[in-house]
C-alpha cells in the first residue's frame, strides 16, 4: 500500500487551468483518469487526510505510485480526452457503465448490393443503418415478420441468398411473398434498395406519409374494380398500423429525445436509456456501476453522456436529451453533444407535463434495474469485497488479492495438450487478459509437468518485462522476442505496450495470487516454477474438484472453507472459468487437426488455391489421381507447386472405402466421405484422420 504523500506533487507544480490527470500504479498502468476545471484545485482533493476520503477513493490513492496531468485549453477538449483515454486504458478505478445485458438493434444492411434486415448486437458498422436498441430480439422478429409482407426486403445470409442464386430457386420467404427474392432476379438491385429505403423511411417513423399513399392506391383500386389488389393494399395497412402500435405514443409532438434517469446508492448507481423517435418509445437500455468516489448525479449523468454518444454523430444523437440533473458546468457538455450531432443539442432537465411523467416512468425503471442488481450475487461489490478478505484470510495473505489468475490444463488422452490462464481483478473477470498455451516441451499426458511449464513461462516473460522497462535487472532474460509472442502462447493482445503508455501488457502485470486446478502435486509444480524464477511474493493455492478444498504449497493438509463461504464461491468461479477456457481451446485445436490433410502440408498453398483446386477437380479423389500437367491447368498453380502437391498425395495414405453399415458393401463413388465438393465458400478437408473418441479433460 502506498503513501500518497510519497508522490505528491510539489506546491506550484501543477497547473491553474484546465486538463485531463492520470494516475498510474507501481506497474505504470494508468487506473484512473479524471478531468478538471482547474488541475491544481482538482488535485488537491486526492491528497488530504485519507480518512476524509471515501472508501474507494481511498483505495485508489493509496493503490497508485504516481499522477500525471496534461494542460488543454478548453473544458471541451478535457471531455474528449478524458473519454478517449477511458476508452484506451480502460483504468479500473473509473466509472465504467456495464451493460446489464447485449442489446440487440435492429439493422439495415445498407453497404451491401442486395441490403438485408437482420438482428445485429455489439460494435455498429459503417454503412449499417441500425434503430433500437430493443429489449429482447424476439421483439425486433416480430416487427420485421409484419413488415415483410409490406417491404419484402432480404433477410437471408449470404450463404442462403449465394445457394439460392446457382440453383435458381428462391427460399421459402420468396414463395409466400415476405421477400422479392433479388436472388433470382424477381427484382433488380436498384428497385431492392428502394425497397430498402422505404423500410428505413418507416422504421425512422416517417409513417403518415406512406400510410396515406397506401390508403389512395387501395381507393383507387376499388374503384377501378381490381377488389384482390384493394384487399391485399388493406391487409398491408393493417400489417402497418400493428407495427405501429407495438410502440406506444408517449410524446404528442413527435419530438425525438433521450431520458436518462439515475438510481443511486453509497456504492453504486444505475442508469436507465428510453429512446423516443417520432414520439414513440424505439428502444431501452441501462447499465449499472460501482461509485468510485464521492460524486453528484450530474457527473454521474456526464459519464452516461459520455458513454451513450461517445462513438455516435449525426441523427444518432438526438435534438433533445433529458435527464435528471445538469452537470456542472453544463456548457462544456452541451458544445461536446453538438459538435457529434452536427446541429444544436437541448440537455435539460424536464420541468412539467409529458416529458416529466415520461421522465418519472424511466426512474422507476432505473429504480427497479438497481434493486434487482444488488440482488445478483457475482456482481455486488460488498460481495465481492468480503470474498477477496474471507480468501485472505484463509490463505494467510498480508491483503486482499485485487488480482486473480486461475491455470487449467485440458487435454484428449494426451493428445492437444493446451492450457488456459484467466484473469480476475476485483472479483470480476478482466477477458482482454486471458491467454492460452500450447504445451510444447514434452509429448504425452502429465498435468503436474504442463503446469510447471505453462508457469515458468508466464512469469518468465513477466521477469523479461520488467527487466526491459527497467522496474527489475536481476532476473532471467525470458524467452520474448520484441514484437512477438512468447513461445505457444496463442493470441496475443492487440494493444501490445510501450512502456509510458500505461496500456497492457502481455505479461507485466503481476497477480497477488496464482490458483490451478487441482491438488497438491499441482501446487506443488507451480511453487518450484515460481521459486526457481526468483519469485517469492507471489500467493499460490490449488482448488481440487472433487472435495472442493483448498491446497497450499508444503501442507499435508488442505484449507477446507465453508460451502456457503463467498470466498470459495469466487474461487469456483474462477476455477470452471479456467476450465471452460482450456476446454474450449483444446477442441478447436483437435478439430482444426481432424480438418488437416495432405493439402495443408503444402507449403504456400492458401485457402484461396485450395478452393480453387477443389472447384476445378470436383473433389479430393479426383484431385489425387490428377498429373502434374492436369493440376497445372488451374489458375494460379505453377509446375513446382504441382509437383509438390502430387508428392503430398504420394506420401498421405489414401483413406479407407466407406462402407454401407446396412449392407456391407464397400462405397466408391465419386466423392469421398466427408469431403468437400463444389462450394467455394467452404474450407478444404483433405485426408483427415478418423475422430477419436476418449474421455476429454
Not at 232 to 256: C, F, S
Not at 671 to 684: D, H, I, L, N, R
Request: with cysteine; charged share 30%; glycine share 8%.
Amino acid at each position: 500500500m502506498a503513501d500518497p504523500s510519497s508522490y505528491r506533487p510539489k506546491p506550484g507544480e501543477i497547473p491553474d487551468s484546465p486538463g485531463v490527470y492520470r494516475f498510474r500504479d507501481e506497474h505504470r498502468r494508468v487506473i484512473y483518469v479524471g478531468k478538471a476545471k482547474s488541475l491544481r484545485q482538482r488535485l488537491a482533493n486526492y491528497f488530504q487526510d485519507l480518512a476524509g476520503l471515501h472508501p474507494r477513493t481511498r483505495s485508489m490513492v493509496t493503490t497508485a505510485a504516481s499522477v500525471e496531468w496534461t494542460v488543454v485549453s478548453t473544458e471541451v477538449e478535457a471531455l474528449q480526452l478524458e473519454y478517449s483515454w477511458i476508452k484506451e486504458y480502460d483504468p479500473r478505478f473509473n466509472v465504467k457503465y456495464r451493460d446489464d445485458k447485449s442489446y440487440p438493434y435492429l439493422a439495415v444492411t445498407m453497404n451491401e448490393e442486395f441490403p438485408r434486415v437482420q438482428v445485429m448486437r455489439g460494435h455498429k458498422k459503417k454503412g449499417v443503418r441500425y434503430f433500437g436498441p430493443y429489449a429482447h430480439a424476439w421483439a425486433i422478429r416480430d416487427t420485421v415478420d409484419l413488415l415483410l409482407r409490406v417491404f419484402p426486403v432480404r433477410t437471408c445470409s449470404a450463404g442462403v441468398f449465394k445457394n439460392a442464386a446457382r440453383t435458381g430457386r428462391p427460399c421459402l420467404l420468396g414463395y409466400i411473398d415476405k421477400c422479392s427474392a433479388p436472388c433470382v432476379d424477381r427484382v433488380s438491385a436498384e428497385d431492392h434498395r428502394e425497397l430498402a429505403e422505404e423500410f428505413c423511411d418507416f422504421m425512422a417513423g416517417r409513417t403518415g406519409t406512406y400510410l396515406r399513399r397506401l390508403e389512395q392506391r387501395m381507393a383507387q383500386a376499388a374503384e377501378d374494380m381490381e377488389y384482390e389488389r384493394a384487399a391485399r393494399l388493406r391487409d398491408d395497412i393493417g400489417a402497418l398500423k400493428k407495427a405501429m402500435e407495438k410502440n406506444a405514443v408517449v410524446l404528442a409532438d413527435a419530438t425525438d429525445a433521450d431520458l436518462i434517469a439515475v438510481a443511486e446508492d453509497e456504492l453504486e448507481a444505475a442508469v436507465q436509456i428510453f429512446h423516443v423517435r417520432g414520439g414513440r418509445v424505439r428502444g431501452q437500455r441501462g447499465w449499472v456501476t460501482d461509485k468510485v468516489e464521492e460524486i453528484t448525479t450530474g457527473a454521474l449523468v456526464e459519464h452516461a453522456l459520455q458513454q451513450l454518444y461517445g462513438e455516435e454523430t449525426g441523427d444518432a444523437v438526438p435534438r433533445e436529451v433529458l435527464v435528471p440533473a445538469l452537470p456542472d458546468p453544463v456548457e462544456p457538455v452541451q458544445q461536446w453533444l453538438t459538435g457529434r450531432r452536427g446541429a444544436n443539442v437541448s440537455l435539460r432537465v424536464p420541468q412539467r407535463g409529458d416529458k416529466k411523467a415520461l421522465m418519472e416512468t424511466v426512474q422507476r425503471n432505473a429504480q427497479q434495474a438497481l434493486v434487482l442488481h444488488k440482488t445478483k450475487r457475482a456482481s455486488d461489490l460488498t460481495t465481492r469485497s468480503r470474498a477477496l478478505e474471507e480468501i485472505a484470510d484463509a490463505l494467510g495473505l498480508d491483503s486482499a488479492p485485487l488480482r486473480i489468475e486461475c491455470y487449467d490444463v485440458s487435454h484428449l488422452q494426451g493428445d492437444d495438450v493446451v492450457a488456459s490462464m484467466v484473469v480476475f481483478e476485483d472479483g470480476l473477470a478482466r477477458k482482454s487478459e486471458y491467454r492460452r498455451f500450447q504445451i510444447k516441451s514434452f509429448a504425452g499426458q502429465d498435468d503436474v509437468r504442463s503446469m510447471h511449464e505453462v508457469i515458468t513461462r508466464r512469469f518468465r516473460r513477466y521477469l523479461a518485462e520488467k527487466e526491459r522497462t527497467g522496474e527489475w535487472t536481476d532476473g532471467e532474460a525470458g524467452e520474448s522476442v520484441p514484437g512477438t509472442a512468447p513461445d505457444g502462447l496463442t493470441e496475443p493482445p492487440e494493444n501490445t505496450l510501450t512502456d509510458d503508455d500505461g496500456r497492457p501488457k502481455r505479461f507485466a502485470y503481476p497477480p497477488q495470487l496464482v490458483v490451478v486446478d487441482g491438488g497438491a502435486p499441482q501446487v506443488a509444480a507451480a511453487r518450484r516454477a515460481l521459486d526457481e524464477l526468483g519469485i517469492d511474493d507471489i500467493a499460490v493455492c490449488g482448488l481440487a474438484k472433487r472435495l472442493e478444498e483448498v491446497w497450499l504449497p508444503g501442507d499435508d493438509d488442505p484449507v477446507v472453507l465453508p460451502r456457503t463461504s463467498e470466498g470459495l464461491y469466487l474461487l469456483q468461479r474462477v476455477r470452471d472459468e479456467a476450465h471452460r477456457f482450456a476446454i474450449t481451446y483444446q477442441r478447436t485445436r483437435r478439430a482444426k487437426r481432424f480438418r488437416a490433410g495432405p493439402l495443408d502440408e503444402v507449403p504456400g498453398l492458401g485457402e484461396t488455391r485450395k478452393r480453387a483446386l477443389i472447384k476445378h477437380f470436383g473433389s479430393v479423389k479426383r484431385l489425387r489421381s490428377a498429373t502434374i500437367e492436369q493440376i497445372c491447368e488451374v489458375p494460379g498453380i505453377g509446375r513446382k507447386t504441382a509437383e509438390v502437391i502430387v508428392a503430398a498425395f504420394a506420401r498421405a495414405e489414401p483413406p479407407a472405402p466407406a462402407v454401407n453399415t446396412a449392407t456391407g458393401e464397400i462405397m466408391d463413388d465419386e466423392e469421398e466421405p466427408g469431403q468437400a465438393t463444389g462450394s467455394p465458400g467452404e474450407p478444404v478437408s483433405a485426408g483427415a484422420p478418423d475422430d477419436r473418441r476418449g474421455q476429454e479433460r
